[in-house]
């Protein structure tokens, strides 16, 4: 086996404002021919800096030592003028956020025509020829024409096939994909799962696979290594990592990632401990409809078409949707936070078309929020205590901080952060503890409804499992009902009684986890059910072919 | 407690704009910043105590031995000579920063308050009175200054004025170019911050709108104060001299002004008299310098992309503990640079 890149005892460490921070450690590593390796890893563990050093890409504040031989080269001491003519030839990038990744005001067939220009002497006309060729391969249907299109005309998984067209144009022997497929909807995530296996298969490519995603480690990787605190902990083949873990880190983070069905048991146990009388619900939605006003003269978008759905008292709805499938729109309906444009909103008894804020403020007390974000849902400027103790300063339930401070400790207590941790600045917590003292400001003042938007899509898997759990023993002990809102079906099966699938702002279908997720009827819940990648190699090649033959 | 009262006080002091930002600077940032800040206490300094340093009064004209004569060279009694009118020039240059301190201080004062609530309503609110707010903010924006400058002279004091008329209208003219600027960047922010979760959670819990803009937007826009703030000093000084030498400025006998002296010696120029210009027109040239030192070094420091740091010493040298010398001239305590560093970490994530 001819190895493409070969890393050998890699350091990097970060100039910073305090003392310099190691960011990897004596790192080894290498590549063969026409292989994935996927590097895995939780944020800060080291993964993207590896990557980037490959092509050397490291901003001015890192230093480095050790070899990266990428062929003949040595990328660590290779001067400016060298790397350049090594990058897009031997190696090249894919990057995480396509919108980003592409410049606005070129059209794509320009931007794949400059690498090919910056290498070689060809005119502009076989330039473009090249790129409509490349293009045709990596699946943009009538290359010939879309040639001429701008980024924006394309849709965001037809963005990072350009990407990769333009990686692929000069046949590097090596692609770097840094977190492909993160910033994609899991449909389109397949696709181009499907698209780099392609790259592997007909182009020959190496590729380096960055990713946090065991699911997608399953689905394209040969060979994973695993990062955790700058070192690579473990590295094996792909079915050896999943079936036998060796380190306790792989076993924890493998058994950190949530998987489909196992949310049953506990829904049913759940289901039978609730009261059967039927209440009023605590949310009714009605074909209700969100409109987002357009600009002079043109049509409003409407984000949520026609839904219906109830919430029961102590119920948990889970709503799952892709990127724009107006599931955010409808939880900030139910806040408060987005006017309704038509049908009927009905929360806590107060109905949401056209209410004013006097009218529904009263109501807020009973609602808590749980936002997507932990690093901006909180005041900077204040002290954890200071931001969770806000809710029952507002209500008039406590005069200031100091005084709502012994109530501030039980719920930083209930969330399980140590009492100190009030003192503390947001800055200086974790995301996930940030999250946890997110969920005690928002059950602060004893909500019936609880609305959480993606609460742990920012997190890394591990703290995801964490909070998921915290989250479900709190909704145990407060029982209140609960909106949980995420993109992710397995996360919303761990906790929901009832899952709802929203598809282009139309509610597409509605049970219970077992109904939804084992018998599936609408053919786009289907289609996210086989898209979600499995953990698992040898059941994700089985699911990858249902999936092609639907 | 008392540990914890300490170390909240001392990171306090560490957050204050200025000292924050002289703490996180390094090399060439750092020498602009302390250039920079060391002419700017000069400054200060020399303006609060020109009484006592100041040889003369700024509108003598003789002592006991009689008149200082006039475009006297300097020499012993005078070290810096004297001028066309008879003034001795140092005297005249130590009072004149008390002078540029009051435009100073008047200008910020009027601008500040209007501008940045302005920009808090209107970034905050939205609507109507936003998008009135800021076609006026642009229209107030194409006003030349020195013009209003003129106007304001004119009608406060009818052209030649005492020290608080003079000093007013250098102050009302900057004001009205600065309101629009504090208003421009401070909605920006506010427009900002708006979007932002925790703003949104206040909302959520019911929280009135002026506690809103004020605990959450407002204390979370004025990052970039500081830098308006010199930018806006300068101009006024700028201003308040042009006003001088255009022959708006205050007479020599209620305040001494640099701007005044410099017209006053454009005869001297051509007659190789030096020391009437020279002297106040660097004194004007050190503090605008000055104060657009720190601006700049402000600015530059508070965008992570812009400031520069210490290179981590190599990576294969950290392993090795190569030399203690080069951790401990990084300053601070090594536990107050981990959690700095960590600040910076989270604040990137």
């Known amino acids: 086996m001819t190895s493409v890149v070969d890393i050998r005892n890699l350091n990097i460490s970060f100039a910073t404002d305090g003392a310099p921070v190691a960011a990897v450690r004596g790192v080894d590593l290498s590549v063969n021919k026409g292989e994935v390796l996927a590097i895995v890893g939780e944020s800060g563990s080291g993964k993207s800096v590896t990557a980037k050093a490959i092509l050397g890409l490291l901003p001015e504040t890192a230093t480095e030592s050790g070899v990266v031989m990428l062929g003949a080269n040595d990328i660590v001491s290779l001067p400016k003028k060298k790397l350049r003519e090594v990058r897009g030839v031997d190696v090249a990038m894919v990057f995480q956020e396509p919108s980003t990744a592409l410049n606005p005001v070129y059209t794509v067939g320009w931007q794949i025509a400059e690498g090919l220009r910056a290498h070689s002497r060809l005119s502009r006309k076989q330039a473009k020829a090249k790129a409509i060729e490349i293009m045709t391969k990596v699946g943009i249907p009538d290359a010939a024409h879309r040639v001429n299109y701008y980024p924006h005309q394309f849709s965001g998984g037809q963005k990072q096939r350009v990407v990769i067209a333009m990686a692929l144009v000069l046949e590097p022997e090596l ?128 984000a949520v078409d026609g839904v219906s759905f109830d919430i029961h008292a102590g119920e948990v709805l889970g709503l799952v949707g892709e990127s724009g499938s107006g599931k ?58 200071e931001c969770v103790a806000e809710p029952l300063i507002v209500h008039g339930r406590a005069s200031d901080a100091g005084d709502a401070r012994k109530r501030v400790d039980e719920l930083l207590e209930a969330v399980q952060l140590p009492r100190t941790y009030g003192d503390r600045y947001p800055h200086e917590l974790s995301g996930g503890q940030r999250q946890r003292a997110s969920l005690a400001r928002s059950l602060a003042l004893e909500p019936t409804l609880l609305i959480a938007d993606e609460p742990t899509s920012a997190l890394d898997v591990s703290v995801q499992a964490r909070v998921l759990e915290l989250f479900s023993d709190l909704q145990k002990e407060f029982g209140f009902a609960a909106l949980f809102i995420s993109h992710d079906l397995a996360v919303v099966d761990l906790l929901a009684d009832r899952i709802a699938v929203l598809y282009q702002g139309k509610l597409v279908e509605e ?19 086989a898209s979600l990648p499995v953990p698992d190699p040898v059941e994700q090649a089985r699911r990858r072919d249902a999936l092609k033959a639907l | ?173 900057i004001t009205a170019v600065f309101i629009p600027q504090y208003f421009r960047v401070i909605r920006a922010e506010a427009v900002r911050i708006k979007s932002e979760a925790f703003v949104e959670s206040a909302k959520v819990v019911g929280t009135s709108t002026i506690r809103i803009m004020f605990r959450h937007v407002f204390r979370n826009s004025t990052r970039s104060l500081p830098l308006i703030f010199t930018l806006n ?48 027109g660097a004194a004007i040239v050190l503090v605008v310098l000055g104060i657009t030192l720190v601006g700049e070094s402000l600015n530059d420091l508070s965008d992570p992309r812009l400031r520069t740091r210490r290179r981590a010493a190599g990576a294969a040298s950290i392993a090795d503990s190569a030399e203690p010398a080069d951790i401990s001239v990084q300053g601070g305590g090594p536990v107050d640079d981990e959690v700095a560093q960590f600040d910076e970490l989270e604040g990137r994530a």
Not at chain 1, 517 to 523: D, G, K, S, T
């Open chain 1, 328 to 385: 955010t729109t409808i939880g900030r309906a139910i806040a408060g936070l987005t006017r309704v444009s038509g049908g009927s909103l009905t929360v806590l008894g107060q109905e949401m078309l056209g209410v004013h804020e006097r009218q529904f403020k009263p109501l807020r007390s009973d609602i808590g929020f749980v936002f997507q974000d932990p690093a901006s849902s909180f005041n900077p400027l204040l002290t954890i205590a």
């Open chain 1, 175 to 302: 692609i770097v994909a840094d977190e492909p497929t993160t910033a994609l909807d899991v449909t389109v995530q397949a696709e181009i799962l499907d698209l780099l296996r392609r790259c592997r298969d007909e182009f020959g490519a190496a590729i380096v696979l960055i990713t946090h995603n065991m699911g997608v480690v399953a689905d394209l990787a040969d060979r994973v290594a695993v990062m955790y605190n700058g070192e690579i902990v473990e590295q094996s083949d792909v079915r050896t990592l999943f079936e036998s873990p060796r380190e306790d880190y792989t076993k924890k983070l493998l058994a950190a990632v949530p998987k489909l069905g196992t949310g049953l048991a506990a829904t049913m146990a759940r289901a039978e401990a609730r009261p059967d009388v039927e209440q009023k619900p605590v949310v009714s939605a009605r074909d209700l409809v969100i409109e987002y006003a357009g600009r002079l003269g043109r049509k409003g978008f409407r």
């Open chain 2, 1 to 173: 407690m008392t540990n914890v009262t300490t170390s909240r006080a001392r990171s306090f002091v560490r957050g204050l704009p200025v000292i924050h930002q002289l703490r996180q600077s390094v090399g060439l940032q750092r020498g602009m910043l302390v250039t920079g800040l060391i002419i700017v206490a000069i400054f200060l300094l020399t303006a609060a105590f020109a009484p006592l340093i100041a040889p003369y009064g700024y509108a003598q004209l003789r002592d006991a031995h009689g008149y200082f004569g006039a475009q006297d060279p300097p020499g012993p009694k005078h070290l810096l000579g004297t001028t066309v009118g008879g003034y001795d020039v140092l005297s005249r240059v130590i009072w004149g920063s008390q002078t540029a301190l009051l435009a100073i201080v008047i200008a910020v004062v009027l601008s500040i308050f209007i501008g940045v609530s302005l920009g808090v309503i209107s970034g905050y609110l939205g609507g109507w009175l936003d998008r009135v707010l800021v076609v006026i903010a642009d229209a107030v924006y194409a006003f030349p200054t020195l013009l209003l400058a003129i106007v304001a002279a004119i009608v406060i004091s009818g052209g030649s004025s005492n020290l608080l008329g003079g000093v007013f209208a250098a102050g009302i003219s």
């Open chain 1, 511 to 529: 049970g219970t986890g077992a109904e939804v997720l084992v018998a599936p009827q609408h053919p786009y819940t289907q289609r996210l059910l």
């Open chain 2, 233 to 280: 000093a300068s101009e006024s000084i700028f201003t308040l001299a042009a006003l001088g030498f255009l022959g708006f400025g205050i007479e020599p006998t209620s305040a001494a002004e640099w701007g005044y002296d410099l017209n006053k010696s454009i005869s001297d120029v051509t007659s190789g008299i030096w020391w009437t210009s020279i002297f106040p």
